[in-house]
């Protein structure tokens, strides 16, 4: 999206997560200013699908992707902004390819996602970072079992995992979010194995789970919902204080970008970026 002489912006999804999911008009909104490029991960959409037990890969080598996708375009340097899982691979990119960027923007994500590990085995301390909520705990146990085959099961448990994601403090509309779910759908390797997303969870579990032994070797943003069910707002304090970062909280958003805020999010992106050379 928009012209290639525009300082690049590559947006990097969460987990499991095709590029289509960042909304064309999101894209085309920040296309004003950059040089907007969406991609899906390995194993997800229109991507190389692996045999992970024969090829297993880690949250490095999605890093690496990242770079890649940037030498793909002969991009020198980007502002990269991550979401979720895609912010743990931007804080990896910062550590190991520095030279890159220009600036990242960690959305909705952590420097330290342990806690959701330790909440799922029953290790959790006071000291950690909180973790999700039960229902989204229980809703993340079940993304795995989507039976990817039978669409109108698949969409359904989608939203169902959406709605939970969206938080309690803005209307979960799912109408904004079944033309996206559907052209993700419409776009799948039909060929590949419906436990792909269990790539991903291998993926992360291999770690790394915390990144305090990254630095930060360019402006760093930090940008969270205040109804994050995921990860509590909490992370994000966390985060930016460990990267000496500028903080911004989205009043009412959850662990999802829902449309309402778009416009929000895109002007904060904008301002962050935009002084940056």
């Known amino acids: 999206f928009g012209d290639p002489v525009n300082p690049a912006m590559i947006l990097i999804?969460?987990?499991?997560?095709?590029?289509?999911?960042?909304?064309?008009?999101?894209?085309?909104?920040?296309?004003?200013?950059?040089?907007?490029?969406r991609y899906d991960h390995r194993d997800v959409g229109q991507s190389s699908h692996l045999n992970y037990m024969l090829k297993p890969y880690g949250m490095r080598d999605m890093a690496d992707d990242v770079i890649g996708v940037l030498d793909g375009y002969s991009i020198t340097k980007a502002h990269l902004v991550g979401s979720s899982m895609g912010g743990y691979l931007t804080q990896i990119c910062m550590q190991?390819?520095?030279?890159?960027?220009?600036?990242?923007?960690l959305l909705m994500s952590t420097v330290d996602f342990s806690s959701m590990t330790k909440a799922m085995i029953g290790t959790l301390s006071a000291t950690d970072l909180p973790p999700p909520t039960k229902e989204v705990l229980s809703g993340l146990k079940e993304i795995g079992n989507i039976d990817a085959s039978n669409f109108d099961v698949w969409l359904s448990k989608s939203l169902s995992l959406m709605r939970l994601l969206n938080g309690a403090e803005t209307e979960f509309v799912e109408s904004e979010w079944v033309p996206l779910?559907?052209?993700?759908?419409?776009?799948?390797?039909q060929g590949a194995v419906p436990s792909l997303v269990h790539n991903h969870v291998m993926a992360c579990s291999q770690g790394p789970m915390s990144f305090y032994d990254v630095k930060p070797t360019c402006p760093v943003l930090v940008i969270h919902g205040s109804a994050d069910p995921m990860l509590p707002v909490a992370?994000?304090?966390?985060?930016?204080?460990?990267?000496?970062?500028?903080?911004?909280?989205?009043?009412?958003m959850g662990h999802a970008?829902?449309?309402?805020?778009?416009?929000?999010?895109?002007?904060v992106l904008q301002q962050f970026c935009g002084k940056i050379c």
């Open 257 to 267: 970008r829902s449309k309402v805020f778009e416009d929000s999010l895109v002007v």
């Open 235 to 252: 992370h994000a304090e966390k985060t930016a204080s460990h990267y000496n970062a500028e903080l911004k909280i989205i009043t009412g």
């Open 13 to 37: 999804i969460g987990i499991a997560g095709q590029g289509v999911m960042w909304s064309d008009s999101f894209c085309e909104s920040l296309a004003k200013d950059f040089f907007v490029i």
């Open 96 to 105: 190991r390819a520095p030279e890159r960027l220009l600036s990242i923007s």
């Open 181 to 189: 779910l559907e052209r993700a759908y419409g776009r799948r390797n």
